[in-house]
């Protein structure tokens, strides 16, 4: 399986940007997707997690409410919405795909599109 992110950019404070993770194989609907970043000189953070079932987990409760995942299956595509976007948001964002759920360790990952948040 291979997953292709784009959509990254530079993007003033408070905007939008939304983010597209494109799979491979078709039969996306197999694997729990998941977003993860990093932040310049900071370590690799989860972000949210969709599983094949469309179950959605947020790895952490702060970034609830303005990252937002949804999952195109027949397109092999999933999103990641990002709203009232901060500086702190600018890091490379991953995909990543896992064949068991998203509490288990990722299985592929992309290479990553880089996201920019500066005015």
């Known amino acids: 399986l291979q997953l292709v992110e784009s959509g990254g950019g530079l993007v003033q404070p408070g905007g939008s940007l939304r983010l597209s993770c494109a799979a491979s194989?078709?039969?996306?609907?197999?694997?729990?997707i998941g977003w993860f970043r990093q932040a310049p000189g900071k370590e690799r953070e989860g972000v949210v997690c969709?599983?094949?079932?469309?179950?959605?987990?947020n790895y952490q409760d702060s970034m609830e409410g303005r990252f937002a995942i949804s999952r195109d299956d027949a397109k092999g595509t999933v999103f990641l919405q990002i709203s009232a976007l901060k500086p702190e948001d600018t890091a490379v964002y991953y995909c990543?795909?896992?064949?068991?759920?998203?509490?288990?360790?990722?299985?592929?990952w992309g290479k990553g599109t880089l996201v920019i948040v500066s005015s």
């Open positions: 990543a795909a896992s064949g068991s759920s998203c509490l288990s360790g990722m299985d592929y």
């Open positions: 194989e078709e039969r996306l609907g197999h694997y729990a």
């Open positions: 969709i599983s094949g079932g469309g179950g959605i987990r």
